[in-house]
């Protein structure tokens, strides 16, 4: 009887790790494949709003093909008019700010260094959380912000070819990122609705794409008119979108077989093995030791924020659960796996 047991957990492991390796492939991929499509001169195609409203359509059009038509996968049922005009409009609007200015900043500067800009998210996320409401400025976090902050702060002083063009756009995008997370954060909270990777992309890409649009229209379109830039590559296009809808299809399947803690840690491997490929890729990437030590000042400062808040979220769900057996013991899930 053990024998089956042990090829089942062996199984599910392997699976796992498949999942786990395969975001860590596409996640780091897409940054380098952005990057290339965005500053290369085989591809020539200098246009961040335009690749990535190509993304939100191409994300919207599967996703509705995927869930209305094939039916593969399932939308989670709960959204109002109410619920979307209120939470998701702005999730769309943040989440295209994100990766309209992350892509811009890759123009100026290298994928090496606006990763290491990202580590500032929590920093970003935790303050303007104080101010939603949502966090407790204590002596612990602001130890831990300060510590990130200044693996930023070296890592930015070793960088040897440094744009503040590039740093402006960046930071913009974890600001727009960050207020992506305290809006979700109050849909989750305040709402009460709870939706999987593939219901957040099916109701929000739309909305992204149409956020996108409008910018697109005035800043982007007349440049690529003027360049003659409409005879491009579909090929190498529609791969660059499906990769994108691949990478948030992996984020689906790691979370529907991991936990909260294991994203996070393949998300600080996934964010060292981008700095360290890239400098083999990109010519404009020259890695200093300053540049490594301060990354690796702000990602323990980033584990030490990670921790905290699982084990926050941790107290919390216990604390929840046993309010919910003491009081309505019937509003237990179903699904004995979740």
């Known amino acids: 009887m053990a024998d089956p047991v042990k090829k089942k957990i062996l199984k599910e492991e392997i699976i796992t790790y498949a999942y786990l390796i395969l975001y860590i492939v596409l996640s780091s991929g897409q940054i380098f494949f952005n990057k290339w499509v965005l500053s290369s001169k085989e591809i020539n195609f200098p246009y961040p709003l335009g690749l990535t409203l190509l993304h939100m359509v191409f994300s919207s059009v599967l996703c509705f093909i995927l869930t209305k038509g094939f039916k593969i996968l399932k939308v ?93 756009y960046q930071m913009g995008g974890v600001v727009g990122e960050s207020l992506r997370l305290i809006f979700m954060e109050i849909l989750v909270k305040r709402k009460g609705l709870k939706l999987n990777p593939i219901s957040l992309m099916y109701y929000v890409s739309p909305c992204s794409a149409l956020c996108l649009f409008i910018p697109w229209l005035f800043l982007e379109k007349p440049k690529m008119d003027a360049h003659r830039m409409w005879n491009l590559q579909p090929v190498v296009l529609t791969l660059n979108s499906l990769c994108t809808f691949a990478l948030n299809l ?38 200093t030791f300053i540049n490594l030590l301060g990354y690796g000042i702000a990602i323990a400062g980033v584990a030490a924020y990670n921790n905290h808040k699982l084990k926050r979220e941790a107290s919390r769900n216990i604390s929840d659960n046993s309010q919910d057996s003491q009081t309505i013991p019937m509003t237990t899930s179903s699904n004995p796996n979740r």
């Not at 990766?99 to 123009?107: E, F, I, P, R």
């Not at 093995?273 to 010519?283: P, T, W």
């Open 250 to 287: 992996s984020v689906f399947l790691v979370i529907s077989h991991t936990s909260a803690l294991t994203i996070r840690v393949a998300g600080v491997v996934k964010d060292w093995v981008v700095v360290l490929v890239s400098a083999l890729l990109f010519a404009d990437t020259k890695l």
């Open 76 to 168: 989670e049922d709960g959204m109002t008019l109410e619920i979307y005009t209120t939470s998701v409009v702005p999730i769309g609007a943040m989440f295209a700010m994100t990766l309209w200015l992350g892509n811009t900043a890759y123009l100026y500067i290298s994928v090496a260094f606006a990763q290491m800009l990202k580590a500032i998210m929590p920093v970003s996320v935790f303050i303007l959380g104080v101010a939603a409401g949502l966090e407790v400025m204590s002596c612990r976090m602001l130890l831990i912000m300060s510590v990130i902050s200044f693996g930023v702060l070296v890592a930015s002083y070793g960088e040897i070819n440094i744009s503040w063009i590039g740093v402006v």
